[in-house]
């Protein structure tokens, strides 16, 4: 089974939940919390390559689930992945079903994970807590788990992809489902975070640019152009033309909007 480690911690849920006492069923929710965290943790190997290089010290599902959804913006559908040969033709052979995906989503985490939280925490006004309504909750909640568990034999990504090479050196993989809807793109590299604008894409594949700044030298007025994301406040650079020394101030700019006179 694919996601047999999920699967292992909802069996070891069921098995407290059969204890039913309150100490076991908060175990049970406990469990559970650990099987979620683990059907997203699995979808990050598929997207290593688009997902930001620090997405591994985010261990909230949430925060991963939106960086994915970010690099696929249909990553929360489920799907069924088949496979054909390409004929010389330009056809295709018989299709091969080779696996289905049943989709984690921020609906999973929204009815069940968040909830979950609720009761691994002593409660704040006295009395006991309705286990019938605890059993119930993590019932439905396991039965999403192990619905997604015996669903899942295959997790993919496959798409269509525009590469762009980064001025750190890293090589930028961008899914055109994105591409499509953020023409833009932040380097993946958590020590660059350079931003790229798509400034075509057609048929002849996409074009970027870095995106810059102009700063054009009072002394001089010699144009000197900085990737956006090295503006910042205490930064110094020094003009390449006269070689005179500066330091970047960064800060909120805002205008008075004049209303046309009423006549
Ligand atoms: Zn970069
Ligand atoms: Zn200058």
């Not at 175990?27 to 290089?53: G, T, V, W």
């Not at 261990?59 to 960086?67: F, L, R, S, T, V």
């Not at 993989?173 to 057609?202: E, G, M, S, T």
């Not at 020394?245 to 008075?256: A, D, M, P, W």
Request: proline share 4%; charged share 25%.
């Amino acid at each position: 089974m694919l996601l047999h480690d999920s699967m292992i911690h909802a069996c070891q849920a069921r098995k407290l939940m059969a204890a039913g006492d309150e100490a076991s069923l908060r175990y049970a929710a406990l469990e559970i919390r650990m099987a979620i965290e683990l059907l997203f943790y699995k979808l990050i190997p598929s997207y290593r390559d688009e997902l930001p290089d620090d997405i591994l010290k985010q261990w909230q599902p949430k925060k991963i689930i939106d960086a994915i959804i970010d690099c696929d913006p249909y990553a929360e559908q489920n799907s069924t992945l088949t496979m054909a040969v390409e004929l010389p033709n330009g056809g295709h052979g018989p299709a091969i079903r080779v696996g289905r995906y049943k989709a984690v989503n921020r609906k999973l985490l929204r009815n069940y994970y968040h909830k979950i939280g609720s009761y691994l925490h002593a409660a704040m006004v006295e009395g006991h807590r309705d286990l019938t309504r605890m059993l119930s909750f993590l019932d439905a909640a396991a039965a999403r788990v192990e619905e997604c568990c015996r669903e899942t034999t295959v997790i993919s990504n496959f798409g269509k992809f525009h590469t762009l090479q980064c001025v750190c050196g890293r090589k930028i993989k961008r899914n055109d489902h994105a591409v499509q809807l953020k023409p833009y793109v932040r380097c993946p590299n958590d020590k660059c975070q350079a931003v790229h604008d798509l400034i075509k894409n057609d048929d002849d594949g996409t074009k970027w640019k870095l995106r810059e700044s102009e700063f054009v030298c009072p002394e001089c007025k010699t144009s000197s152009y900085f990737g956006s994301h090295l503006i910042d406040t205490g930064k110094n650079f020094t003009c390449v033309e006269c070689s005179q020394k500066y330091i970047f101030r960064t800060g909120l700019f805002v205008s008075r909007v004049e209303e046309p006179a009423s006549r």
